[in-house]
């Protein structure tokens, strides 16, 4: 019996590809950029099932020219990149990898949330450009982190994770999703506000929710002169939540204090870019969830997922119903 036939657009750890290969016939993009737009096309015209990454665009165009696709298996929780409707419309399953980064991301936020806060990037730049000549009393101070207040926006998983690591800390957490949430107030001990609220009143500010029409952009010049001149932006949900013009003159002007990034707008960002001149900008190479355990089971998952859908099952992570 035919192994059914699937592409991948990039290299997956060695066991993961294993399985895979033991169930499919495998055709690999085994490059470290991402294939092509259109050779993605060509590849998938007879594959039936397409393992791919969010920096991989899969439209209506594509899946037209695959009409054996039975499977769309995404390496990553978000699938912003994916023509959901078109692939419903045409019966295709689509699949990702949700859960298993929660605790990864979570820990990275805080992580460049006390970078941000204590200004470890310029402290390191300090000590390697030769400038650390003696102590000083008012050397590169940063903000308080204990008994602060953490604005979260999307209490989806990430965010939730997120808010339980604040507490360590005995900050205030208040949030703003597109529900409220009552039963997790109590549980986690955090607030609802509104966006604009929630902008004026917390120290520290983190995003983790999905790119949408509705998000594209939503961090804007109007919202950065809600904030306190004190705040601090952290995002490692979406670049394009961010409006990365009205963020540098935020930042340059002093409107806020200091961001913190692990996505940009656009992706990667240009060394040329002129956010990099900024000394309170951190700017890391979406990494939040690139730890060996996350990033290995996420593989495991995402051809689990590939295996079922081009053996026609149900999808053990499905994004949609078909």
Not at 160 to 176: D, W
Not at 268 to 285: A, E, G
Request: aromatic residues 6%.
């Amino acid at each position: 019996m035919m192994k059914p036939k699937v592409f991948v657009t990039r290299h997956l750890p060695e066991a993961a590809m294993q399985k895979l290969q033991s169930a499919c016939e495998v055709e690999i993009w085994d490059e470290e950029f991402p294939p092509p737009y259109d050779l993605i096309v060509e590849k998938v015209a007879d594959k039936a099932g397409l393992l791919c990454l969010l920096t991989d665009q899969i439209d209506v165009n594509l899946m037209a020219a695959a009409p054996n696709l039975k499977v769309i298996s995404q390496v990553a929780v978000g699938f912003d990149n994916i023509d959901v409707v078109a692939a419903t419309k045409r019966g295709i399953a689509v699949g990702n990898t949700p859960g298993v980064l929660t605790d990864a991301t979570a820990d990275f936020a805080f992580t460049l949330l006390m970078a941000a806060a204590r200004r470890v990037g310029e402290a390191i730049d300090y000590v390697r450009d030769g400038k650390w000549e003696t102590w000083g009393l008012t050397l590169l101070l940063g903000q308080e982190i204990h008994a602060a207040t953490l604005g979260i926006v999307g209490l989806g998983r990430i965010g939730r994770a997120m808010a339980k690591r604040a507490r360590g800390f005995n900050m205030k957490v208040i949030y703003h999703s597109r529900s409220r949430k009552p039963e997790l107030e109590e549980m986690l001990g955090v607030e609802y506000r509104e966006l604009d609220d929630l902008l004026r009143e917390a120290d520290y500010i983190s995003l983790h929710l999905n790119l949408s029409d509705e998000t594209r952009g939503l961090f804007d010049a109007r919202a950065f002169s809600l904030m306190k001149p004190n705040a601090i932006l952290i995002n490692t949900a979406r670049g394009p939540i961010v409006d990365s013009e009205a963020l540098y003159l935020a930042l340059k002007t002093g409107q806020i204090a200091y961001a913190a990034l692990d996505v940009t707008d656009p992706e990667p960002l240009p060394v040329n870019d002129k956010l990099l001149t900024l000394p309170n900008l951190i700017v890391v190479p979406h990494i939040a969830s690139a730890t060996v355990a996350s990033r290995t089971q996420m593989s495991q998952m995402a051809v689990r997922n590939l295996i079922a859908g081009v053996h026609g099952e149900k999808l053990p992570f499905p994004v949609n119903a078909v």
